[in-house]
């Protein structure tokens, strides 16, 4: 054991941790924020992340507490033969004198079973159980099959095959987009909805749909380098509209805020009327848009394994979050404030017009066409190394549904695993080629985040809690304390329920309204 212990890939450190979820969950969702922003005010909008960021962090522990109650029960019961045992989903039913034994296994953390009572033979097996450790991966899927049944299986299979959908749809609206705009043809107007825009989603096909079906592999380096590269775009982003908010000049062209009154203090604009109001009205557009700039909590299983301090996890992702949240709201009120109603829907495409500080000559600064270029292509250049994860993913996914317990069968199969990478890799770009608009299509997919990441968690977290107690196992964990308590519990599950109803009542009634 200690020599294939030795031989294992080395951990991810915290940081490398944190590095990873923040790739996860800073997707091309956060580009809708100031638009979502500019309808409803900076003091609602800001409330609601913070909400949703504690949400995020309760549902987040909610799966890492089932993560290791199911490694728990397959531990505890992977080397004792009970004849009423047949996969986890007969775990239910075993006996209550092995039930017993196992609790007192698990008292002091040890497995200690005298096969003599079974072969009759004087060996024991002896197995450390630690309360932090997750023996394997268990993907959500399982989870969901193990603890809410073939029927939890099958709905969170549907809810994240139509988020992923969404996802990899806002991908190649984002690229498309943000070329097309700063490549535009010539003589074109709208250049994000002409002729342009289907040349480069086709480009992006040719791209990306190739390289889903290939299999895939995450490095550090590559990972750690797009985190940093995504705090350069939003320090260069915050940077240039502090500059322009306080310059008062022209920096983004026609775009520009000029509104500076000729009492106040020389060079400030005035501050945005617009953003100090509190819309409520306009609430059931950023409430989607929000909850899918939190969703990752389908790749927590992924995202836990590698990590080597796993009594970490509930920290780690704790800190991805709020770092995610004061981005989030720093970029929402900063751009919403400044361009106002100009606000993009991608919010990247409002710097293909900057020019930067210009000198007395009126020339352009070196630098306007490199922050206008960096602003606009990054999102577009992240997504294309995003995509192929994505559809790898679902359709993995989709062939799981498909096979159900016959996968093992047939993954192995590479021409019938291509059929369901494709089956999840088209599609995207038949949608992108009918809506490209962004919050729309967040809007959408956002509505399946409430169940992915509000719903679904607090479910895990009640019933493999009830499942150990149904086993006379201990159901605490390392990540147990208030923040999964019960009460959070049912705050979480009826706040999740409540907001998807509200959500697509108000759309039915209103709509979704487009960006100018």
Not at 83 to 97: F, Q, V
Not at 160 to 187: E, N, P
Not at 321 to 328: C, N
Request: with cysteine; hydrophobic share 45%.
């Amino acid at each position: 054991m200690t020599k294939n212990a030795s031989k294992s890939p080395p951990k991810f450190t915290f940081w490398v941790g944190v590095c990873f979820t923040l790739n996860y969950v800073v997707g091309s969702g956060f580009l809708t924020l100031p638009w979502a922003f500019e309808q409803t005010g900076a003091i609602l909008g800001v409330l609601v992340l913070i909400v949703f960021t504690v949400f995020a962090i309760f549902a987040t522990l909610f799966i890492l507490e089932a993560s290791v109650r199911a490694s728990k029960i397959i531990e505890l019961t992977s080397d004792i033969e009970l004849p009423t045992r047949t996969d986890h989903r007969g775990y239910a039913s075993i006996s209550e004198s092995a039930a017993t034994e196992l609790e007192e296994a698990d008292n002091d953390n040890v497995i200690l079973m005298n096969d003599s009572s079974r072969h009759n033979s004087s060996d024991s097996n002896v197995q450390a159980v630690s309360n932090a450790d997750i023996t394997r991966r268990i993907e959500m899927t399982e989870l969901c099959d193990m603890f809410l049944g073939p029927a939890g299986r099958r709905a969170f299979s549907f809810i994240i095959g139509i988020y992923m959908y969404g996802t990899l749809w806002a991908y190649c609206t984002v690229f498309a987009k943000a070329f097309a705009v700063q490549f535009a043809l010539r003589g074109e107007e709208n250049p994000d909805e002409g002729s342009t825009y289907y040349i480069y989603l086709f480009v992006f096909s040719c791209v990306v749909v190739p390289l889903s079906l290939m299999e895939l592999s995450e490095q550090i380096y590559i990972q750690v380098t797009l985190t940093i590269f995504r705090g350069v775009m939003l320090v260069v982003m915050l940077l240039t509209i502090g500059i322009a908010y306080f310059s008062c000049g022209n920096e983004f062209g026609e775009m520009s805020n000029t509104s500076c009154e000729p009492d106040s203090v020389v060079g400030v604009n005035t501050p945005p009327t617009s953003l100090l109001y509190v819309h409520f009205d306009k609430l059931y557009l950023f409430l989607p848009i929000a909850a899918y700039a939190y969703i990752f909590h389908h790749s927590v299983p992924a995202l836990s394994e590698p990590v080597e301090d796993k009594s970490s996890l509930g920290k780690l992702f704790g800190t991805a979050l709020v770092i995610a949240f004061v981005g989030y709201a720093l970029l929402g009120v900063c751009v919403a404030a400044y361009f106002e109603n100009d606000t993009q829907s991608s919010s990247n495409l409002n710097w293909r017009h900057f020019e930067g500080v210009r000198d007395s000559d009126g020339k352009k600064p070196w630098y306007a066409a490199v922050v206008s270029c960096f602003v606009v292509l990054f999102p577009a250049l992240d997504v294309a190394s995003a995509y192929p994860l994505n559809a790898f993913t679902l359709g993995n996914n989709l062939m799981s549904a498909y096979y159900g317990d016959d996968m093992q069968l047939h993954e192995k199969n590479r021409f019938k695993t291509s059929i369901f990478r494709l089956l999840a890799a088209i599609p995207p770009f038949l949608g992108a080629s009918v809506v490209s608009n962004l919050e729309n299509i967040t809007a959408f997919t956002g509505l399946t985040g409430f169940a992915i990441a509000f719903v679904i968690p607090p479910l895990l977290g009640y019933f493999s809690e009830k499942r150990l107690r149904d086993l006379n196992i201990s159901k605490d964990t390392v990540h147990t304390s208030v923040l999964t308590s019960k009460s959070v519990q049912y705050v979480l599950t009826a706040s999740g329920t409540l907001l998807i109803l509200v959500v697509i009542l108000c759309q039915l009634i209103f709509g979704v309204q487009t960006s100018r």
